[in-house]
């Protein structure tokens, strides 16, 4: 056996095992999820949205909603689950994947991230661009520094973030494609 091979082999078994994890605990959500909906104010919605997908774990739909949870993730705030949930409305994606998919973004992540999309306006947009200095956080003004740096970062950021979230979003569309092949090549390979 080639290294090659041998190294896929090796790689293949612990992928198949995160992937029947994480289906396993989608499973799990799903009674939750589906108790959620029979809330009266969401029991007339209820037909719309199975019609939607938005509960469905074939590969298509949750590949779907984790993409769109990726492309939400980067929305400021306390918005981008409610976009998400609309976003695999509109693509029949599932909603608890891209629910999950939003949690990349955190306190800890978000201010690189913006700095990482600067850098995207900035290779984009014509000009010299430059990242403004960070001040970083006092007691008293921690918001308003964060708000100050963001205002600072203008055009590139307001150019970068859709261009950041939308290649976020065809990386995760297309590693969700490509890990749920895991397991049936790795049951194809033992079967040799």
Do not use: D, K
């Not at 205002?151 to 976020?168: C, H, I, K």
């Not at 969700?176 to 040799?192: C, E, K």
Request: with cysteine; net charge positive; charged share 15%.
């Amino acid at each position: 056996m080639t290294a090659a091979p041998a190294l896929a082999a090796r790689v293949a078994m612990p992928l198949a095992r995160l992937m029947n994890g994480v289906r396993r605990w989608l499973r799990r959500q799903e009674p939750a999820t589906r108790a959620l909906m029979e809330r009266p104010f969401l029991a007339r919605l209820r037909p719309w949205l199975e019609r939607r997908q938005l509960l469905c774990l074939r590969r298509e739909a949750l590949a779907r909603g984790t993409a769109a949870g990726l492309f939400c993730g980067l929305i400021p705030g306390p918005l981008q689950v409610p976009a998400t949930v609309v976003a695999c409305a509109g693509l029949r994606g599932n909603a608890v994947a891209g629910a999950a998919a939003t949690l990349y973004t955190n306190p800890l992540t978000t201010l690189p991230l913006y700095a990482l999309a600067f850098q995207v306006g900035a290779w984009v947009l014509p000009g010299e661009q430059t990242l403004p200095p960070w001040e970083g956080f006092s007691a008293a003004g921690g918001v308003e520094a964060v708000a100050a740096w963001m205002q600072a970062l203008g055009a590139p950021l307001a150019v970068g973030l859709p261009l950041l979230a939308l290649m976020f979003a065809v990386a995760g569309y297309a590693a969700v494609q490509a890990l749920w092949l895991v397991p049936v090549w790795h049951r194809a390979n033992r079967r040799r």
